[in-house]
């Protein structure tokens, strides 16, 4: 078997009494389109921000490329409280919990819900500060202008990915007075200037019209192919998913109910009953 | 497109040594105790610090209020260093304590040690404060500030600070020289070109990759950090750089004041600061520039008259009496908060496009106006 690019074991995300991720496990291998679905607050996003770093799950294991990202069990105050389940698992591992630009910095760049654009940066500027990752310049060098040519290099990379996204004609523009399907590409863009292998988008449909949503679509397979890049995504819009997935993961309050392809999902049964209600008898 | 940019570029370059040169000219032709001159090195001096808590507050989006804290060190580190060892043994400024440190340096060292030993403090003040947010590290690098002056006027610390007493007899702005001569150097154009580069500096960062960083830091945290920006790493670098140029320009009111006391780096010179960088607008470099000379110029100079009897011709002793000034100047800071609250310049920088701009939109005004 093959290994998968990111893999996610037991993670378990409890806020307090509530658990909103438990115990989800799965996998992503490398060029697949992956997408995870569920009703509103089944706790999609909460595993993302899991991925991403910006949470500490509560327990679990996240694993890129083979490596451990994320370990952690309960601790603290939740030692008491934990609800979830297969607490003892990592209990003698140590914590490892890296920061959201540690993770950006392996690989996995993301877009957000509510699309969050640097506001008072033209749409050049957004995709070149992204570019600071990936630069070598330190302080000094940068300061006295010592790096100009990778300065350089950094603005014809951002000249040319604009263009390919086709936002180059609005280069100057400020980011916010885009169209919002635009800013939804821009956000894309930019998390591509960071040169990831794994890409991560956070509902890349919420709010656009149909006409929108079928470019997405379409816009998704391209990127993925052009940049060689594995996609993640949580969508809401069962066409896209249904269209463009290669394998979909079902989470209802917080826990999978569901994998498989988007066949299987359209018939499984579990799926059904959480997306449309139980039917009472009549 | 790259030809234009150029030219503008000379342009401005051209300006300033037109500036710097018309600097000299004065110096060299009117009364150096002309209050024109002192304006000119305070408002210098004040815009280096407004440029660099603009750095913090505009560019990167901390709300700090230690300013003053981090000048004092700079001051006091620049004081103590480049006074003369003799000096120091003599017991002419050391009076009640047996100094500590009996070497003495030159002028350019004493300033970059006092940017560096500002910067020293603040990257360790630094690593626990920049966890905080907001208004918290408001309060914290406030309290910072206020903790600095007191342990510098602390007895125990005699030996080097000389306890509360004042510190003079150091290199002052009328004992600089030109460097391998014994000319001395025309004190304001020394405070201009101290603060212009240490400005130029600024904007360097600022227009580089690492500003760029500075700014997606203060638009939004979140994306930032999601697009690989370490937080904490790259607001702990802006801290220290703008403590260091806060030291610098610490060091250049030292030399300009002829001694130096840790009373006077109250909080309120802190606000004054904030003041200037606020009325020039939050994010904007020349704005501070601006801001600052205009609120030297006015506190120093215009006015004045409404401290010492007249203003305007106006002879009215039992109004215009100690401290009306300060009541009209928190009048005028009102109306500007009120109608003006961007700013003079906004987060916008001063160009010749929007000069031109500016008067064309005026002279279009009055046409319609008389249409």
Same mark, same amino acid.
């Given at each position: 078997m093959t290994q998968s690019l990111l893999e996610l074991r037991n993670v378990t995300m409890q806020f307090g009494g509530v $658990?909103? $991720?438990?115990d989800f496990s799965m996998h992503v291998d490398e060029g697949e389109i992956v997408a995870l679905i569920g009703p509103n607050g089944a706790g999609k996003t909460t595993a993302f921000n899991c991925i991403t770093g910006v949470y500490e799950p509560t327990n679990g294991e996240i694993l890129y490329r083979g490596h451990t990202v994320v370990v952690s069990h309960p601790? &603290?105050?939740?030692?008491?409280n934990y609800a979830g389940?297969?607490?003892?698992?990592?209990? #003698?591992r140590k914590i490892i919990h890296p920061t959201p630009d540690e993770v950006t910095k392996l690989g996995i760049a993301r877009t957000f819900q509510n699309i969050r654009l640097f /506001?008072?940066? !033209?749409v050049y500027d957004n995709v070149l500060t992204a570019m600071h990752l990936r630069a070598r310049q330190n302080v000094f060098s940068s300061v006295f202008r010592l790096s100009y040519k990778e300065e350089r290099r950094m603005r014809e990379d951002t000249d040319r990915l604009l263009k390919e996204q086709d936002l180059y004609k609005y280069? #100057?523009? /400020?980011? !916010?007075?885009?169209p919002y399907g635009k800013q939804r590409r821009l956000e894309i863009a930019r998390a591509l200037a960071t040169e990831p292998e794994l890409l991560l988008l956070?509902?890349?449909?919420? &709010?656009?019209?149909p006409q929108e949503t079928k470019e997405l679509s379409s816009f998704i397979r391209e990127i993925k192919d052009k940049y060689n890049l594995t996609v993640f995504m949580i969508e809401h819009h069962m066409d896209l998913v249904m269209g463009i997935s290669d394998r979909i993961y079902v989470l209802d309050f917080g826990s999978p109910i569901a994998e498989g392809t988007p066949e299987e999902i359209q018939s499984n049964e579990r799926v059904i009953k959480a997306y449309l209600g139980e039917s009472d008898e009549i | 497109m790259d030809k234009a940019k150029k030219r503008k570029l000379a342009l401005t370059w051209t300006c300033i040594a037109a500036l710097y040169l018309v600097i000299l000219i004065l110096e060299l032709t009117?009364?150096?105790?002309?209050?024109l001159f002192t304006v000119l090195k305070k408002g210098a001096i004040y815009s280096l610090v407004a440029v660099s808590m603009n750095l913090l507050?505009? =560019?990167?989006?901390l709300f700090s209020l230690g300013q003053a804290g981090f000048m004092l060190i700079g001051a006091y580190t620049y004081a103590i260093l480049t006074m003369p060892s003799e000096v120091k043994t003599s +017991?002419?400024?050391?009076k009640y304590y047996q100094c500590f440190i009996t070497f003495d340096t030159g002028v350019f060292i004493g300033l970059l040690a006092a940017g560096l030993m500002a910067a020293l403090f603040a990257f360790l003040i630094g690593?626990?404060? %920049?966890r905080l947010k907001s208004d918290y590290l408001a309060i914290a690098t406030l309290g910072f500030a206020e903790i600095v002056r007191a342990v510098f006027q602390w007895d125990v610390l005699g030996p080097v600070t000389n306890g509360a007493n004042l510190l003079r007899s150091y290199i002052d702005l009328t004992r600089v020289t030109i460097p391998f001569t014994d000319i001395p150097f025309p004190p304001t154009l020394f405070v201009f070109i101290a603060a212009g580069v240490c400005i130029l500096l600024i904007v360097l960062l600022i227009n580089s990759s690492y500003g760029r960083a500075f700014k997606a830091i203060r638009d939004d945290e979140t994306a930032a950090e999601a697009m690989g920006i370490n937080l904490f790493r790259h607001k702990e670098l802006s801290f220290v750089i703008s403590s260091f140029f806060a030291g610098i320009s610490g060091a250049l009111l030292a030399m300009f004041q002829y001694t130096v006391q840790? +009373? +006077? =780096?109250?909080?309120m010179m802190t606000y004054e600061i904030l003041l200037i960088v606020v009325i020039g607008g939050i994010g904007s470099i020349s704005g501070s520039c601006i801001a600052s000379f205009l609120y030297i110029t006015l506190s120093e100079?215009? %006015?004045?008259g409404l401290d010492m009897g007249t203003f305007l011709g106006i002879n009215a002793p039992g109004l215009f009496r100690s401290g009306f000034r300060k009541l009209v100047f928190s009048i005028i800071i009102m109306i500007i908060v009120l109608f003006?609250?961007?700013?003079?310049m906004g987060d916008k920088e001063l160009s010749f496009t929007r000069i031109k701009a500016f008067f064309q939109r005026k002279g279009k005004n009055r046409k319609e106006v008389k249409a």
């Open positions: $658990v909103a $991720v438990n601790h &603290g105050k939740m030692k008491k389940h297969n607490a003892e698992l990592y209990m #003698d /506001k008072s940066m !033209t280069k #100057d523009e /400020k980011a !916010t007075s885009l956070d509902e890349p449909a919420a &709010g656009m019209n | 009117m009364r150096p105790t002309s209050i507050n505009g =560019f990167t989006g +017991q002419s400024v050391y690593l626990p404060v %920049l840790a +009373q +006077q =780096f109250k909080s100079w215009w %006015l004045r003006f609250s961007r700013g003079i």
